[in-house]
């Protein structure tokens, strides 16, 4: 079957670093994404990784590697606006988005 | 621009009632999707359409039907609403199809069936 494993939910102080992890396992593989998700509001873009390293993106990074099914996203100098639900989905070898139920992020001052 | 434009953005409808859902994109995307959001579950795909004409069923697409008749505008109906089918519901859409990057989102409908 096609799963996708993240923490339900993770605490950060504001100004550090978190690292959200997200283990899949699809038939097939044609890239992994990350997308944020504030309460009540749209899921927005963050990354796409469809090869195995570390791609930065401002204070955001996101880590693949495909031989051990597995992703993180990196969030640094933490701020009160990155509380949010981080959504992690794996794209299969049909082009379809298997998406896990998201880590939600609490940033404590 | 305004993006992607979901609505209704709140509903409630009673076991056995039909509605339907608009979503319109300005952005001229081929691709457009219906998901659902439960709590504890990802999204999951419900039906799509690569382009104006053409609809296909995703994961979850029983007790749902669609449309494309534009480019614009992708409408989700419910023939005869289940409590089962209270949940958020995100249009979606892309230029190229989910691997050509992101997918852009609308604000989300939130129906409760009574």
């Known amino acids: 079957g096609q799963n996708i494993d993240q923490p339900t939910e993770m605490t950060a102080t504001e100004g550090a670093i978190v690292q959200i992890n997200c283990t899949y396992q699809?038939?097939?593989?044609?890239?992994l994404f990350w997308y944020q998700q504030h309460a009540g509001e749209a899921p927005t873009f963050l990354s796409y990784n469809v090869l195995d390293g570390l791609e930065e993106k401002g204070r955001f990074s996101s880590f693949l590697s495909r031989s051990k099914g597995y992703s993180y996203l990196l969030l640094k100098e933490l701020q009160m606006k990155d509380s949010a639900s981080y959504l992690c989905?794996?794209?299969?070898?049909?082009?379809?988005?298997?998406w896990g139920a998201g880590t939600k992020l609490i940033i404590k001052p | 621009n305004a993006g992607v434009t979901q609505t209704p953005k709140f509903r409630v409808l009673k076991t056995g009632q039909s509605m339907t859902l608009l979503c319109a994109q300005d952005m001229n995307h081929e691709y457009m999707y219906w998901y659902r959001q439960d709590p504890g579950m990802g999204l999951r795909l419900i039906h799509y359409?690569?382009?104006?004409?053409?609809?296909a069923k995703g994961e979850v697409p029983d007790g749902y039907n669609v449309s494309r008749l534009k480019k614009q505008n992708f409408l989700l109906g419910l023939e005869s609403a289940a409590p089962s089918q209270t949940s958020v519901y995100f249009c979606?859409?892309?230029?190229?199809?989910?691997?050509?990057?992101?997918?852009?989102f609308g604000e989300g409908s939130r129906l409760t069936v009574l």
């Open positions: 699809t038939s097939g593989f044609n890239g």
């Open positions: 989905a794996s794209m299969d070898s049909n082009y379809q988005l298997i």
């Open positions: 359409s690569v382009g104006e004409g053409t609809t």
């Open positions: 979606a859409s892309s230029y190229g199809g989910t691997a050509s990057g992101e997918l852009f």
